[in-house]
């Protein structure tokens, strides 16, 4: 079975811009939830989709935003970029039950603000 | 809240020797989900064991072996053995109900460094 994929892999943007980084989820997994790991904060939860519909959300600007696809992809969107949004962007997938379910992350986009 | 410590920033050993990775963990759920992953220098984050609250059997599994101890709230990973290829950031995380979906809390991360 094919793992989750993350595209694109690096991404160099300048202030002000915004950018959509997309996920697709290993096959059968419903869920798919984003993570921002910075060296200064770590590994911060943005929000979680289930279903095209987000079921969980962090504690980021509105700024951050995402959307989930009836085929389980998703992507997230970053306007107007600021010099502290350069981070790794993990997306990880479960299969999206009640419980708390394994997540399996992809390998990141590495996004670099200018 | 949860909230997830891993108190050792960076571990530096020898090859062959065992290492033991400390996280201790703090929620209010009566039912909640501990796991450990591992993340290379790629940057992907890698599964290696998940834990419900009611499990605390311990379990060994090749030359890692995991300590959940609910009375101390600690869900501590050992390598036997270890090896250069062991060499990675290691995170636990907690999820549960208190954050609902599939949330996780995670750690700062244990940089592991084996040497040969």
């Known amino acids: 079975k094919a793992g989750v994929t993350q595209t694109p892999r690096y991404l160099i943007k300048t202030r002000g811009q915004q950018v959509t980084l997309s996920c697709s989820p290993i096959?059968?997994?419903?869920?798919v939830s984003w993570y921002q790991q910075t060296p200064g904060q770590g590994l911060q939860f943005l929000f979680e989709y289930f279903s095209e519909t987000q079921r969980n959300k962090g504690n980021f600007p509105g700024r951050f935003s995402g959307r989930q696809f009836s085929n389980s992809r998703s992507e997230m969107n970053v306007s107007t970029l600021e010099l502290g949004d350069s981070a790794l962007y993990l997306c990880?997938?479960?299969?999206?039950?009640?419980?708390?379910?394994?997540?399996?992350f992809g390998p990141g986009t590495r996004l670099l603000v200018l | 809240a949860q909230k997830v410590t891993q108190a050792q920033t960076e571990i530096s050993v020898v090859e062959k020797e065992d290492v033991t990775l400390d996280c201790v963990y703090e929620t209010r759920d009566t039912t909640y989900y501990l796991f450990w992953y591992k993340q290379p220098p790629s940057g992907e984050l890698v599964f290696l064991i998940r834990?419900?609250?009611?499990?605390?059997q311990n379990e060994i599994s090749g030359r890692y072996s995991w300590n959940f101890q609910k009375s101390t709230s600690s869900f501590n990973f050992t390598i036997t053995a270890s090896q250069v290829v062991d060499s990675a950031v290691y995170f636990c995380?907690?999820?549960?109900?208190?954050?609902?979906?599939?949330?996780?809390?995670f750690g700062e991360g244990t940089q592991l460094t084996v040497n040969p």
């Open positions: 096959s059968g997994h419903r869920s």
């Open positions: 990880a997938s479960s299969a999206g039950g009640v419980s708390q379910e394994t997540q399996y």
């Open positions: 834990r419900n609250s009611f499990d605390e």
């Open positions: 995380a907690l999820g549960g109900k208190e954050t609902s979906g599939s949330r996780l809390t």
